[in-house]
């Protein structure tokens, strides 16, 4: 197909930028993960930077707070401007791999609108894509590494050792908000929003669909694939 909004050939006028969309438990931060280690590309997920801006204490932290303990999403204006922020730090400088941002159009014309003013825009929209019946099932069994963020699930994607990250042995947590009622009310408010933001790319052409009920390998594959050779 042809390209209008992305592809290859933005990353040679800018830093590459990737979007994983999906809803809560549909694999977003675990493919990032993979990801980000094969394209060199740093992850940055707006649900660890608030988790984490809520630890620190932070003025930040303290309102967010509120908005996650609900399901609610952060409002747009907070949200905006942390991520920006973060896009803005070197750690970010050769590109990174958007994770759960934007999740409202706001928040993606706030996107689209910073990156156009530095020259650079998204590569390509990746949208993993699960039935809602699984998703709960999923976040239910996903237990978290409290150091490094990455996620685990307790039958499909254990670690080595029971209970501690593979990468730093950090005991593994399950998070407050992954209880089945806190979950159902984050798909509930969530799916909307998000199909809207879909919608703003699919019409730019920009968003690759994945099959998210595949084994987690197979996921990274299609995604890579995606990349190499278009959609
Ligand atoms: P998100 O960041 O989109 O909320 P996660 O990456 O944290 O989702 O994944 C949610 C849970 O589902 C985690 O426990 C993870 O280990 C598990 N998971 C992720 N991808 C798959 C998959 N393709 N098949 C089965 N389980 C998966
Ligand atoms: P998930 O596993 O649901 O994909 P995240 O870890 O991405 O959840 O997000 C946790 C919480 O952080 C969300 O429930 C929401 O309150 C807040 N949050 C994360 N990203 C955004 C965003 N782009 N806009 C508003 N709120 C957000």
């Not at 303290?62 to 999403?73: C, H, P, T």
């Not at 699930?153 to 950090?170: L, Q």
Request: glycine share 10%.
């Amino acid at each position: 197909m042809t390209d209008p909004g992305g592809g290859p050939a933005a990353s040679s006028r800018g830093r590459r930028i990737l979007l994983l969309v999906g809803p809560v438990g549909a694999g977003k931060g675990t493919q990032a993960a993979a990801l980000s280690g094969e394209l060199g590309l740093a992850h940055l997920a707006s649900g660890n930077l608030f988790r984490q801006a809520v630890l620190d204490g932070s003025p930040l932290g303290e309102q967010a707070r509120v908005y996650m303990e609900r399901g609610d999403l952060v409002p747009d204006d907070m949200t905006i401007e942390m991520f920006m922020h973060e896009l803005s730090k070197p750690a970010a400088a050769r590109g990174a791999i958007l994770d759960g941002f934007p999740r409202t159009v706001t928040q993606a014309r706030a996107l689209d609108a910073t990156l156009a003013r530095r020259g650079e825009q998204i590569e390509r929209v990746i949208s993993i894509e699960v039935p809602m019946e699984e998703l709960v099932a999923r976040v239910a069994g996903r237990r978290v590494c409290p150091e490094c963020g990455t996620p685990y699930h307790v039958d499909s994607d254990p670690p080595k050792v029971a209970g501690r990250c593979d990468n730093d042995g950090t005991e593994l947590q399950q998070r407050d908000d992954d209880r089945p009622e806190v979950v159902r009310a984050r798909l509930e408010k969530q799916v909307r929003p998000m199909l809207e933001v879909l919608d703003y790319y699919d019409q730019k052409g920009m968003v690759q669909h994945v099959d998210g009920t595949q084994p987690i390998p197979a996921v990274t594959t299609e995604i890579l694939e995606g990349l190499r050779d278009g959609w």
